[in-house]
């Protein structure tokens, strides 16, 4: 394998070294390679400036991490390591393109895991350095909310939700850097409080979710559950506010679970007989509180004058968002608003190369954030997403109007 991946390293640059004197003739789309380590999955890809995913290589942790039942930074660490290499040239294989040719290396430098973002930056470093390649920092978040542009022509402002593992985050996108917050999670994040959830139910002893992350388990047996034969309270209902909490809900799931192991008779790794209602009604819950501090964004934004009258969008990305329930719950409450939602394919909701590179693109082409000298950049496993204006919101105190969809 690694003699493979020398001669594949090898072909690029020549194949660079050989066109040099073409693509000096004509006039061609800047093109960004971008990395992503942030977290659990080692993730490149070539992108041009009209959108066109040139080449893209991704490995994902899952596996290892789901036998461990979480991530273990030094594990996402070191597997990061075993296989960037591979990943960056991958991509840069699949594309066609030499380091030579770039116009500039994107890396995501924050937030996330100190171990695993310290490891895409210091290789995007060395290439940088190797290539003599202007070096563009991302921020994770920004990102995510702007993946959305590759795909579809929209123009700012426009509302942001971000769900994921480790983020809950709803902001207002003024533009490819300029971001109001306004609200968040205080104190875990959806994806978090799904994965939590699915090992206290033992899902990965449920025969047809052994293969599953926490998340996806809930989702599949959600579909074959009653939500309504399991009570859970939506948070933050007296808060007029956009942030989230799901600690709560957590709890209140932990205790159900224990009520009904006592009752079952059953140990600790055995499923419950009615793990699929459990299912049910905290992927409703997670779903129910998101859609209502997001329509408290919508309502505040549109009083403030903040969203265009005509047409205003929201776009909800991150790994929580290629979940189907709850899409289709804020899409519900999007039409209701009047306001257009839309969501990046899951396979770009996740993290990924394809979502830096673009960022490094959007960067580009308004001359923003390109460095040039890197001596002194580190990376940022706590960054804030734009100005926070959460309290703000709060001192509004806007009371939600009922929908015509009762489940929101």
């Known amino acids: 394998m690694a003699r493979y991946l020398r001669n594949l390293h090898k072909v690029i640059v020549g194949f660079g070294r050989g066109s040099a004197c073409f693509h000096s003739q004509i006039t061609s789309p800047r093109l960004v390679l971008g990395i992503e380590t942030s977290c659990d999955d080692t993730g490149a890809a070539v992108v041009d400036e009209n959108g066109k995913i040139l080449g893209e290589s991704l ?130 994040a959806p994806g978090d409080t799904l994965d939590k959830v699915a090992r206290q139910l033992s899902l990965i002893n449920h025969p047809e979710c052994s293969s599953m992350g926490g998340g996806q388990a809930i989702e599949h047996l959600a579909r074959y559950g009653n ?104 899409q519900s409450m999007c039409e209701a608003m009047d306001v257009s939602l839309l969501f990046p394919p899951p396979q770009l909701c996740t993290d990924n190369g394809v979502m830096i590179a673009w960022n490094g693109i959007e960067k580009l082409r308004i001359g923003s954030g390109i460095m040039y000298d890197t001596e002194g950049i580190c990376y940022e496993p706590r960054a804030p997403l734009g100005i926070d204006i959460s309290e703000h919101v709060r001192e509004a105190a806007i009371k939600l109007p009922p929908l015509k969809n009762r489940t929101v």
């Open 227 to 330: 939500r309504l034969l399991v009570h859970l309270r939506t948070p933050m209902s007296q808060h007029k506010d956009c942030n989230f909490s799901f600690a709560g809900l957590r709890s209140q799931v932990n205790n159900i679970i224990q009520k009904k192991e006592a009752e079952e008779g059953i140990h600790k790794g055995q499923v419950l007989s009615c793990v699929s209602d459990i299912a049910a009604s905290v992927q409703h819950t997670v779903a129910r509180h998101i859609a209502k501090r997001t329509q408290r964004a919508i309502i505040y934004c549109k009083k403030e004058g903040l969203l265009p009258p005509a047409h205003p969008f929201m776009v909800v990305s991150g790994g929580v968002a290629s979940n189907g329930y709850i899409r289709t719950t804020l």
């Open 59 to 188: 490995h994902s942790q899952k596996e290892v991490h789901l036998k461990t039942g979480g991530i273990v930074p030094p594990v996402a660490q070191q597997l990061h390591r075993d296989n960037i290499y591979r990943v960056v040239t991958e991509a840069l294989v699949t594309s066609g393109v030499s380091p030579h040719e770039l116009s500039a290396i994107a890396t995501t430098v924050k937030p996330g895991l100190a171990l695993s973002l310290g490891v895409g930056l210091s290789y995007s470093l060395k290439l940088v350095n190797e290539y003599h390649k202007p070096f563009i920092p991302i921020h994770h978040m920004e990102a995510h909310a702007l993946t959305v542009r590759l795909l579809h022509p929209i123009e700012f402002p426009f509302l942001v939700l971000l769900i994921s593992g480790g983020h809950c985050i709803l902001a207002l996108a003024n533009g490819v850097s300029d971001f109001l917050l306004l609200g968040q999670s205080q104190d875990e």
